[in-house]
């Protein structure tokens, strides 16, 4: 059996952080490797801890990311 993986959408994005629309909620505080991808430029991979968790509008639950490492200027730049 492989790592559980979680599917969403991205609301916000900095260096620094990222807050995604989930539909199942992960856990605050727990460590998560996380991909963001567009359709402009290469994913970016990074670690981060899950600092917020709320239900969002309808039936999804927005939550929040800190990066361990804020992304390089030009990975973000390029997320874009």
């Not at 539909?23 to 567009?38: L, T």
């Amino acid at each position: 059996a492989g790592e559980p993986t979680m599917t969403g959408t991205t609301i916000n994005l900095s260096r620094g952080g990222c807050m995604v629309s989930v539909s199942n909620p992960p856990r605050v505080g727990d460590h998560y490797r996380i991909q963001i991808q567009s359709d402009s430029a290469n994913p970016i991979m990074t670690f981060a801890r899950c600092v917020r968790a709320m239900l969002g509008k309808g039936e999804v639950f927005e939550a929040g990311f800190q990066f361990f490492t804020p992304l390089e200027l030009a990975e973000f730049e390029t997320a874009f």
